[in-house]
T-cell receptor, first 112, second 113 residues
Framework: KQEVTQIPAALSVPEGENLVLNCSFT??????LQWFRQDPGKGLTSLLL?????REQTSGRLNASLDKSSGRSTLYIAASQPGDSATYLC???????????FGEGTQLTVNP | EPEVTQTPSHQVTQMGQEVILRCVPI?????FYWYRQILGQKVEFLVS????????KSEIFDDQFSVERPDGSNFTLKIRSTKLEDSAMYFC???????????FGPGTRLLVL
C-alpha cells in the first residue's frame, strides 16, 4: 500500500527566502507525482505535475524534482512571498490503480 | 480557464439522512474522482469513474456511497444514510486521461449532526 510522507509538517520563513519542501513515497511504481497548494478552507490548486520519466518540472518560482528510485520529490520555492503562505500537498498516482495518494502536507508561513 | 465546480458549498444534515453532492467536471475530461478530507487529516481517495462505471473504489466507499453521471455534465456522490463520521470536505476532481493532472473543485463542506 502506497504511503506518502511530507517533511516538515510546518515551516515559517522570512520573505525573500528560498525554501525546499520534501515528499517521500514508499512504492516507486508511479505514473506521476503532483504538487498542490491548499489555502485554509479551500480546494486544491494544482501547481506542478512530474511524470515518472521526468526528473524536474518548473513553473515560475517553483521547481519540483523527482527521484523515483529513492521515492523522493522536492518542491523548491524561490524568493518566497507572503502570498505563498498555504499548505503544500504532494500526491502520487500509482501504476496499480486510478487514485492519487496524498501526504499530510507542509504548512508554510512566509512572514513579511 | 475551465474549472471544476461543486454544489452546494456547505451542507448541514441530520444523521441518517441522504445527501447528494454535485459536481460539474471540466467539459473534455473523461475521468472523474471523489476525495474527502476530514478536518485536520489527509485528503483521502473515495472513488474514480470512467466510461460510466467505477474504475476503483477505496475501503471507505462502502454500500452507503454511490456515484452517478446522470447527464453529460454532472457527476454526483450520494451518501444514503449519513453518519457523524461522514462530516468532511468532499472534493470532486477530473482529468483528461487517467494518469494526468487532476483538477479539483472548491469542495463541499458536509456537516452531519
Amino acid at each position: 500500500k502506497q504511503e506518502v510522507t511530507q517533511i516538515p509538517a510546518a515551516l515559517s520563513v522570512p520573505e525573500g527566502e528560498n525554501l525546499v519542501l520534501n515528499c517521500s513515497f514508499t512504492d516507486s511504481a508511479i505514473y506521476n507525482l503532483q504538487w498542490f497548494r491548499q489555502d485554509p478552507g479551500k480546494g486544491l490548486t494544482s501547481l506542478l505535475l512530474i511524470q515518472s520519466s521526468q526528473r524536474e518540472q518548473t513553473s515560475g518560482r517553483l521547481n519540483a524534482s523527482l527521484d523515483k528510485s529513492s521515492g523522493r520529490s522536492t518542491l523548491y520555492i524561490a524568493a518566497s512571498q507572503p502570498g505563498d503562505s498555504a499548505t503544500y500537498l504532494c500526491a502520487v498516482f500509482g501504476t496499480s490503480g486510478s487514485r492519487l495518494t496524498f501526504g499530510e502536507g507542509t504548512q508554510l508561513t512566509v512572514n513579511p | 480557464e475551465p474549472e471544476v465546480t461543486q454544489t452546494p458549498s456547505h451542507q448541514v444534515t441530520q444523521m441518517g439522512q441522504e445527501v447528494i453532492l454535485r459536481c460539474v467536471p471540466i467539459s473534455n475530461h473523461l475521468y472523474f474522482y471523489w476525495y474527502r478530507q476530514i478536518l485536520g487529516q489527509k485528503v483521502e481517495f473515495l472513488v474514480s469513474f470512467y466510461n460510466n462505471e467505477i474504475s476503483e473504489k477505496s475501503e471507505i466507499f462502502d454500500d452507503q456511497f454511490s456515484v452517478e453521471r446522470p447527464d453529460g455534465s454532472n457527476f454526483t456522490l450520494k451518501i444514503r444514510s449519513t453518519k457523524l463520521e461522514d462530516s468532511a470536505m468532499y472534493f470532486c476532481a477530473s482529468s483528461r486521461v487517467g494518469p494526468e493532472t487532476q483538477y479539483f473543485g472548491p469542495g463541499t463542506r458536509l456537516l452531519v449532526l
